[in-house]
Every structure is written in C-alpha cells, then in structure tokens.
C-alpha cells in the first residue's frame, strides 16, 4: 500500500501514558526521524549495558515476534517511525520479562541496499544494547525465486551472521548464511529458535535437522517467512512449500513444539500431531495489509510455564503511545481476533517428556523427616506395583512409637480395591503410594486403621499438630460417587466425645474431598461444642497435590502445596476432641460407621505434635 508521508507529529517523543495495562510504562518513542542511506555492511555499535532487570529463571517470560515490515521500507515511500517505536517498546519494557525477539521475514519491500540501510539503522537500538534478536530472508528480501544458495545479496550484507553475531544468543549459521540458530535461557531452561530462510534449500534442512540434533534436550521454536496460510475465519492450514517442510522436518522433529510465519495474511492458527502423536502449534501473524503498513505490530508470545499457559497479544506499540489517534488508527492500536488475541493450554512437562524428561530427584531416607515431635509417619516403599495390601500384615509407623496400620475391607469388596502402586509425587520424601478403589452407593473399598494398640488412639493434641498428606485424585473424581471421601480421621464421633453441638454424628475429626475436589478439615476441637472447619479450593484432578493440616494450639490453617488457603476460621481451636478408638487412612465413617472407601492414590502421611513451618513440612 503506499505510504504516508510523515507528519509533524511522527517526530516527537509521546508522553502521555500508554492505554493498555500491558504497555504500561514502556517509554514509548511516537516516531524516530528519517534516515540517510547507510553503509550496506554496518558494522555492530559499541554495546550499551542493557539497564533491563531480566529474570531467565522466571517461569513467566515473554517472546516478542514481529512480522513482515516491508511498507514501511519500501523505497523513498514508508516511515521508520512505527518499527523504532516498537523496538524501544521491547528495550525498555521492564515487566513482561522479553527474552528475545524474532522477525519473520520481509523486512524491506524491494530488497534494495537503501532500504536495508534504513532498517539496518533502525536495529542498530537492538545492537547497542547487545538485546537478542533473529532475522530471516523474506520473500521480498532477495529474489523469490532462488533458495538458500543464491550467494551473496544485501539482506546478507546487512543482516549476516557479521551482525548476528552481536546477539548473545547466536550461535551460528549455516555456510550460506541465511539459515542461522540462537539459544536463550527463560524459565530457568534454554530454548533453541531456528530462523530459517525464505526457502531453505535441500541442504538448509539438512542442517536444521543436524542443529536439533546437537541439543537434543531443548525445545524448539521454528520461525520461517513461509509455512501456513489462514483462511477468513483464521483456520490455517500448511501452504505447498509448508507441507514440504513439515514432512522434511517438522513432522519428524518431535523438539518442534510451536512454528511462527509470516508472508500471508490474514493472521490465523492450527494444530497439527506430529509422528510421535504430540501437538505443534503452527501460527501465521502478518499485518501488512492493515492501515500503515501493519503499524509494525508485534505480537507477545508470554510463556507462564507455572500456568502451563502462552497469552498472546497484538498491537502496535506507536499507535499505542500516540494521543490523538485518527479514525483508522483507533481501529489498529490493538488486534483481538482470533489470530490475534488468545491463549495456548500447554503441559510443558508433558510435552517435553519425550525429549528433555524432568529429572526425579531420589528419595529421601525416612530418618531424615523424622523431625522432632513425630507421632506417625506411613510411607508404602517396597512392594511390587499392584499387589493387594494384605489383611494380616501391619504396615509399621516409622516412627518408632508403634502406631501400626492393618487393612479393613468393606463388605462386597475385593483384594484389589487397596494396592500397593509405584507412582508418587516428584516431592515426596518416599517412592511409592497406595491406590485405594473405593467409593460409595453402595458403599466399597478399603481402608487403613491404626492398631488398638496405638497411643495416637488417646491423643488431643492440645499443644497443636501438623498433618501432612501427598494425594492424587483420578480423573472420574467428580461424578458423584467419591464427594466427602475421607483421607484420615478419627473413627468416633463428635458425640461420643461428648460434642452436642452441629451434627453430633459426624466424625470427631476427618480430613475430606468434597465433591469438587477440594480439601476440608472438620474437628470438635477440645473448647468447642460444634466442629471447626477449614475449606479449601477446587483442584485439577490427575495431578499430585499436598495437603497440610497446621495447629500452632490455638488456630487451625489447612495448606495446599504449602500455601494457605482463604477459608481457614479465624475463631480458636485447640486440640481435637477424643472419642476413643482408631484413626482410618482412606476411609469415612459416619455416625459411628464407615460409609465409603478412599478413591485415588495417597503417597505419604506424616503426623507431628506441633506446628510445623512451611519450610519444614515433606514437600523438601
């Protein structure tokens, strides 16, 4: 589209604050000033200290990829303004952790040297302050007709692996130079971007192949001018040339997890399976098309490997820091479409598994959580996967003060329905569980019990306690017949321990899941008549979680993954009411009778006369 040529207000600083929340304090420059022709080989500037306040072990991080720029080099027609903005978007944002950046082809319009000497001078911003970033070749940056063979062109001359170089994470290139890889480090791991050519030859696929294969425990993110095109409603889909890089290394590169075009519009995204039966995200972003050459929009890609979560956002940087935006720039500061506009759901762990598995730190020997204060402690280690928990054999209190477990079978129910599984949660002291099958309507399972001999059996705990449980709840948790399942409690009841208050019959203590998954603790605690209750969240299912039940002898807090959580009682609660008899693991009884089994998988269980710290607790 032509160019406009640039106003009064296209050559001063902006300083009124950015409009969105994401752009806030990011210094934005409204326009930089024309450029003369430059040298067609720059030679990189003096590098500046960053000032940046980078995290690379932060799981939240953010790429920032920017399309084609073309219109806006284009001959004597086109405005640097747009690109400089969003550079010093990216060099003086200090909030959304930018790790690096990647341009995805067509930088120029014509691939003249005049052209590549204005953006070369834009990128010179990157350069002093040593900002990692990658270039591409586009279609309208060399001759389209050639491949990665063509020799030597200004794109190359400007934008070569001479420049390259600078970049602290560049690590080489293939021999023509038009093919290169980099390597960064965020979310306390590295990643490996390929930036590959317009269209690498036989021999540019080859060597990609080969650089994945030097670090075959990295994840991969492909950028390429062309790959997918999009249809209307933003459905892309592979293009000619596509297809033959998916079947010639995508598909096969099990580390090529997210792929980044340009070239056509509109924007648009799929997700193809590629051989090892797992998901790559194939996304175009191009906006030449809009008003302005595309505004030089870039597009966040922030990574919150926490969340297992990739936000995506669009707009321009200039037109965000401008304060009197025209009829069509108000329509362009911001993209919210489909292609513009969303989040990716991603396991990274999971994903990754195939290539870069999280290493299992070993277990821990059990002497090293015997802390003092320990009244129990039931870990489940040296038994085949699978095999049934036998009725006459104790499984012993580590301990050392004798509060030995037996099993219980409800009626109905079989030798299976308690076993013996060698999975556990990654931060466990042990390296086993136990998998309770059970549930209720009729009620089925079986349980753990302390033996009559116990002395947790006469315990009151009036000093406080902490109760620690590792749990993992089996994706049919939720359909009706597991809520209130009981994790460890006290077998009597409230009345039996002389309580009058609330609902007498209920169990004089019981750590729950309710029917959504979440944690509650209810106890008759000594001083009062009623139950004191502790609530937790809604969980994920199929997922390992810890549970902490705290008592400092005067307050109750239930934590999640040594977090505490909103609705602990604020009234005091001291001790926990004694109705006599056991304590169960894996089993809820009601009124004095055990209503339903455990269901899912219960690592570890330790119990502690006192308060424990956060820090202290079996989560390491």
Known sequence: MPGRTPTARSFRRVTDTPRRTFLRGAGLLGAGAAVSALPNVLAAPAAEASGRNLDPEDSRFTLVVMPDTQYLFDADRGDAAPLDASLRYVLDNDEDNVVFLAHLGDLTENGQPGEFAQISRSFQALDRRQFPYSTLAGNHDIKSSTDDQRGPTPYLDAFGPQRQRNSPTFRGASKDGYNTYHVFRAGGREW????????????????????????????????????????????????????????ELINGTDQIFLTLNGHFWPPGRTVKRNAAGHDVHLHITNYQDRYYGGSAMIRLYQFDLARGVVDVRTFSPWLAGQDDLNELERLEVERSGHGDYFSLEIDFEQRFAGFAPVPVPPGR????????????????????????????????????????????????????????????SPRQPSRASLYFDGGKNPARGAYLRTVDSAPINGATFQRGYTIEAFVWLPEDFKNGNHAWAGLFGRAGTGGQAGKTGDDPSEPA???????????????????????????????????????????DGCHTVLHVDGCPVLRNPKTSAIGIANPGGSWHIGGYAYDGKVEQGFYGLVGEIRVVDRALDVEDFLLG
């Open 509 to 551: 203590v019981t750590l729950s899941l309710s029917d959504g998954a979440g944690f509650q603790w209810a106890a008759f605690p000594l001083n009062q008549n009623g139950i004191s209750t502790n609530w937790g969240h809604e969980l994920p299912l199929a997922k390992w979680w810890h549970v902490a039940v705290v008592n």
């Open 192 to 247: 490996l971007l390929l930036a590959l050519d317009w269209r690498p030859s036989a021999g540019g696929l080859t060597w990609a192949k080969q650089i994945v294969a030097q670090h075959p425990h990295l994840p991969v993110i492909l950028t390429i001018h062309e790959l997918v095109w999009a249809d209307d409603q933003g459905q892309a889909q592979l293009s000619d040339f596509g297809q033959h890089v998916w079947d």
């Open 365 to 424: 020997p059990a002497r090293r959580e015997l802390v003092p204060g320990t009244v129990a402690y039931w870990r489940f280690e040296g038994h085949k996967d699978g095999e049934p928990v036998p009725e006459n054999a104790p499984i012993r209190d580590l301990s050392g003060r004798g509060n030995d477990l037996v099993r219980v079978t409800l009626p109905g129910s079989g030798a299976n329905a308690l076993t013996y599984s060698a999975q556990f």
